[in-house]
């Protein structure tokens, strides 16, 4: 299968995944169609060294960039072990649409159905009530998001409707985040 990418180590045919990161593409441009463009130009060019397994537009349309048994460049010593996903951004502080939420909450409840669910595993254990599954983590949150000051997705992410949206999808695609819970 081609993908759009290049950037990227081939995996195992099954790859050992515990994590999902957020990132933000943040390349400045307040039109969001030509924000997505730019960003997926600049991850097929593999002298970047920059890609994730998907990215999500303003319009929450999912593209698919790499096949998740691949490891994505995206974060660092994280990049083995996790699933990268891109928000399309163009700065800081810029609002993410109610439908950017929706595609990226559908997005994760499938990788979790696919991923732990399906295995056997709880892909819903939780930092406290309420809280997001300890699987989903923002590229600031990463050892090389830490080490090189990186903000994605930032103060303004609206993590609580994101976790509406995956309780929703999750009983669609199984139990859901929020069953067990007080």
Known sequence: MDFLTKAYTPGPYVRDVDMVIIHCTRGGNPDPWKELQGTLDYMLDRRNE????????????????????????????????SIGIELVQAFLGADFPRRQ?????????SIAHRRWEYAGLNPWTHRGPLALPTWLIGHDATTQGARWGKTDPGPNFPWAALLFYVAYFGRVWGTSPLEGQS
């Open 50 to 81: 920059v890609s994730s397994h998907y990215v999500v537009d303003t319009e929450g349309s999912v593209i698919y960039v790499v096949e998740e048994n691949n490891i994505a460049w995206h974060a660092g010593y994280s990049n083995p072990h």
């Open 101 to 109: 939420i929706v595609g990226l909450a559908s997005l994760l409840a």
